[in-house]
């Protein structure tokens, strides 16, 4: 793992703690109007994902939890990050935060639901909510 990846992962966890437990709350929310078997459509999964992040104010403090993140790498952002894409993406699995640096993407993931294939023949893919919500920090 390289210094910015470190870096960047120690910030989120020491200095956003509650952003990743408020995402582990809005996710709970999300999964508990499931019914039935497992939703199968990540994209459903991913707009009521975003519209219980925006309620809580979530969407809004991600801009400047990426730049507090880009700070900690020791590199600077080349434009201001706005809570959108590219920037910042609601996905089926939880949302995403996005900065290019001088070494490359810096990528954080908030993976609050995985995705499950079934053993059939179709191998049909569908989502679970994950056991709280893994933080990934990777540099493309």
Same mark, same amino acid.
């Given at each position: *793992?390289?210094?910015?990846? !470190?870096?960047? !992962? ?10 990743? +437990? ?5 996710? %709970? ?6 019914? @039935?078997?497992?939703?199968? #459509? ?7 994902? +975003?519209?219980?992040?925006?309620? /809580? @104010?979530?969407?809004?403090? *991600? ?18 990050? =706005?809570? @959108? ?8 699995? @939880?949302?995403?935060? /996005?900065?290019?640096? #001088?070494?490359?993407?810096?990528? =954080? ?7 499950? !294939?079934?053993?059939?023949? +179709? ?7 994950? %056991? ?9």
């Amino acid at each position: *793992m390289s210094h910015p990846v !470190r870096a960047a !992962r120690r910030r989120v966890q020491t200095d956003h703690a509650d952003l990743v +437990a408020t995402i582990d709350d809005c996710a %709970d929310a999300v999964a508990a109007d499931w019914t @039935g078997s497992r939703p199968t #459509d990540g994209g459903a999964i991913a707009d009521a994902l +975003a519209e219980t992040l925006e309620r /809580r @104010g979530v969407l809004e403090t *991600m801009p400047s939890v990426l730049a507090d993140v880009v700070d900690a790498t020791g590199h600077e952002l080349e434009a201001n990050p =706005v809570a @959108g894409p590219p920037y910042v993406v609601v996905t089926s699995r @939880g949302p995403l935060l /996005r900065a290019t640096i #001088d070494p490359g993407r810096l990528v =954080v993931r908030f993976d609050a639901f995985e995705v499950v !294939r079934d053993s059939g023949s +179709a191998a049909t893919a569908a989502y679970r909510r994950r %056991d709280g919500v893994r933080v990934t920090v990777s540099l493309e």
